[in-house]
């Protein structure tokens, strides 16, 4: 302690001396008035009081030395690394968020407004090498860690500088893989003697992980199956874990269980699924992801399942009223146990009369099922045109979706005047004009894709199939650029029966209902009827080449690495398809999204490319929608999982002994993440120049109402003993 004092010194020697002396002149004149303990107190009170005054006329002082924040800089070095990302601090949260709490200048708590509000500081990130970064900036983690190496480029960066460097504060979890030793650093600073000040960002507790898996990743049923499904869950924590198991379809959820784990517990668990129709699905196994679970790519996995269809399909006839062209059909059909043909044909305005191949007897219905679970049970739909005015939206909606997602082929007889855009939508022929030929016409059929059954057989010999003399045949006028015509009128080539490929199944549409008139001309005719008709629903039963080709879906992709989005992609003719607008929509493990253009491949047709950068491990989730030319739209799933692979995830644990050295070593201070509130003086290096303030303490207000109160005090213990 200082003083500076305002008078000589010989004067303030002179009043103390005669202030003592009033003070004891004054307590011995009391002795004959008052008890002497209470002349003690008295006197004790003033003599404090006394001090008090003279104490603050002496302007005592101390003084405070802090580096001159004009003469360094300070660094602030923040890991951005991958390891980073790891969820084991409090409340669940990531190094990451952590760290950003702590540098993000819009959050009112962080080190620039607090610890360092008075010190000049410059900040970085540092993944492989030093990155600058601006206050407001993104804080986005990723790659390997190199904090040796970003210690030396700081070092080396003031070396160049005018301004010096007093110290280092290096906010980090201690993962180090690349470039220089950090304990090589420190010592670098040490012979430096610039002091490296840390905030370790981690916990100490090991790592654990929670992970699924199916036993068998490649399945195969038939249709019709009930098939289990079964896989493990494994719990890697050294605690008990309650974890929800879940099973998808694809996007579709289909059952769950709550499976309890003891530590180190590894668990079958079995799910049941029907086999609805053929074709392959993909099945996710997940568990719902635990906060402190650092691995969150292992809490899914994904198998595929092939679904043979059996030598049996269903064929549904939907007509306004009993055809020829259907009785025809049927005798068609009654030979090859392969077909069951079903109807739902009107009788009325208000009936229909339902009939099922396998049983005898006709059932009347008031109106056609609106359940759509009822046409997912068939192959291959016939639909007559004049009924579908009669048809709601909804049950419009379900035969679209048995074509486009069940795979389901569809096919349109009649008249295209009156037909409702939610049907024209999904055939090859828009519109139709309806003539009458006055001769007949011979019929030039094509072997691919329909008839390649039949190839050189009766079906392509003459005389061949034809369209009976003064009969109304439907001629397409309006045909959607992926509609292939397989059977025309001879030179001519009027459409008749044109075919296309849409969503995951077919449609095709036939302009006349007078094909039960070859089976009257003779017996060639009777056996060409029967091969036309099984051709043609053998095909459109037999389902769809996939329209598109995800060779992401189901893999495991590396964090470290970018994620390919490449999608191959089908014409409505299954040729490749250039001229598409192609969109990827991802859906991250956190609930953001992403959306990606997929661009035509300049190399191979029928191929969009693009790709993403993930910052996270876990489950993604990809909607391709594909948007043809002719206004057809395709959107199909693709689930994938990324995981934490490399040198910087393999081992994510928190190194606080190494971060504690680096500071012992360098002369700093280690705090840890829970610590920072109590941060106040960070070290800052001994040749830094330094600003001394005088602080006068007993200049404050607090030292003068004390002042008072001694003197306050003496004057009520007087008044009380009666004294003046």
Do not use: C
């Not at 010592?187 to 992970?211: H, K, L, M, T, Y």
């Not at 016939?382 to 579908?388: A, E, S």
């Not at 519109?431 to 390649?452: G, H, S």
Request: aromatic share 10%.
């Amino acid at each position: 302690m200082y003083f500076d004092f305002p008078y000589p010194a010989w004067i303030v020697v002179i009043a103390v001396l005669l202030a003592g002396t009033a003070l004891a002149w004054s307590n011995l004149r009391l002795q004959a008035w008052i008890p002497t303990r209470f002349r003690f107190v008295l006197g004790l009170l003033r003599g404090v009081a006394l001090l008090a005054l003279f104490l603050a006329l002496a302007n005592p002082y101390f003084v405070n030395e802090q580096p001159d924040p004009e003469a360094f800089e300070l660094v602030v070095l923040a890991d951005a690394s991958g390891s980073m990302e790891t969820p084991d601090t409090a409340n669940g949260k990531t190094r990451a968020e952590v760290v950003n709490s702590m540098i993000d200048f819009a959050n009112e708590d962080n080190l620039f407004s607090g610890p360092l509000k008075s010190v000049p500081s410059n900040p970085y990130l540092f993944q492989e090498s030093l990155m600058p970064w601006r206050l407001g900036g993104t804080y986005r983690p990723g790659g390997q860690t190199a904090p040796g190496k970003s210690l030396l480029q700081v070092l080396k960066q003031s070396q160049n500088k005018g301004r010096p460097l007093g110290g280092v504060l290096l906010i980090s979890d201690g993962h180090e893989n690349s470039g220089a030793l950090m304990i090589e650093a420190a010592r670098q600073f040490r012979d430096a003697s610039i002091p490296i000040s840390v905030i370790g960002v981690g916990e100490n507790a090991p790592p654990g992980d929670v992970s699924v898996r199916f036993t068998d990743s490649q399945l195969e049923a038939e249709v019709g199956d009930i098939v289990t499904v079964s896989g493990s869950v494994t719990n890697a924590f050294n605690q008990r874990k309650s974890v929800k198991v879940q099973l998808f379809r694809g996007g579709e959820w289909v059952d769950e269980s709550e499976v309890t784990l003891d530590p180190r517990e590894t668990r079958s668990v079995e799910f049941e699924d029907k086999a609805e129709y053929a074709g392959g699905r993909t099945y996710r196994l997940r568990v719902e992801p635990l906060v402190e679970d650092t691995n969150p790519a292992s809490d899914v996995d994904f198998a595929t399942m092939e679904i043979k269809k059996p030598d049996e399909y269903r064929v549904l006839y939907l007509g306004s009223q009993l055809h020829w062209e259907f009785r025809f059909l049927k005798q068609a059909l009654k030979d090859d146990s392969r077909f069951l043909l079903d109807s739902f044909i009107r009788t009325g305005p208000d009936s229909y009369l339902q009939n099922r191949a396998k049983e005898e007897s006709s059932v009347p219905a008031s109106e056609l099922p609106k359940d759509a679970s009822f046409y997912f049970e068939y192959d291959a739909l016939i639909l007559d045109t004049r009924l579908t005015e009669l048809l709601s939206g909804e049950i419009l909606q379900a035969l679209r979706n048995v074509v486009t997602r069940r795979g389901a082929g569809m096919l349109a007889l009649g008249p295209m005047n009156d037909s409702p855009k939610d049907l024209t939508a999904m055939l090859p022929v828009k519109q139709a004009e309806t003539i009458l030929y006055k001769d007949k016409r011979y019929l030039e059929l094509q072997i691919d894709p329909v008839f390649t059954g039949n190839q050189g057989g009766s079906l392509f010999q003459s005389p061949g199939p034809f369209l009976p003399e003064n009969t109304p045949v439907y001629l397409g006028t309006n045909v959607s650029r992926g509609g292939r015509t397989s059977a025309a009128t001879r030179r001519r080539n009027n459409p008749i029966l044109v075919v296309q490929a849409f969503g995951a199944g077919s449609t095709a549409y036939l302009g006349t209902e007078n094909t039960w008139r070859w089976r009257m001309e003779s017996d060639k005719g009777r056996e060409q009827h029967s091969l036309f008709w099984r051709q043609l629903l053998f095909w459109l039963a037999s389902g769809g080449k996939e329209r598109l080709d995800m060779p992401l879906q189901g893999t495991v992709q590396s964090l470290e690495s970018q994620i390919d989005l490449d999608l191959k992609v089908r014409a409505q003719d299954f040729g490749p398809e250039s001229e598409a607008r192609v969109t990827a929509y991802i859906e991250k493990p956190d609930g953001e999204g992403a959306t990606v253009l997929l661009n035509p491949s300049l190399t191979l047709p029928g191929k969009y490319e693009g790709d993403f950068s993930p910052a996270e491990s876990g489950e993604f989730h990809v909607r391709y929608s594909v948007e043809y030319g002719d206004g057809e739209l395709l959107e199909q799933d693709a689930f994938f999982a990324v995981s934490p692979t490399g040198p910087e995830l393999s081992d994510i644990s928190f190194r606080e002994s190494l971060l504690r050295d680096v500071a012992r070593i360098t002369g700093g201070n280690y705090y840890g993440y829970r610590e920072r509130e109590s941060i106040e003086d960070l070290s800052i290096a001994d040749h830094i120049p330094v600003v001394k303030n005088r602080v006068y303490w007993a200049h404050r207000w607090p030292y003068f109402l004390a002042l008072a109160l001694f003197f306050l005090t003496e004057w009520y213990r007087r008044r009380i003993l009666g004294l003046k």
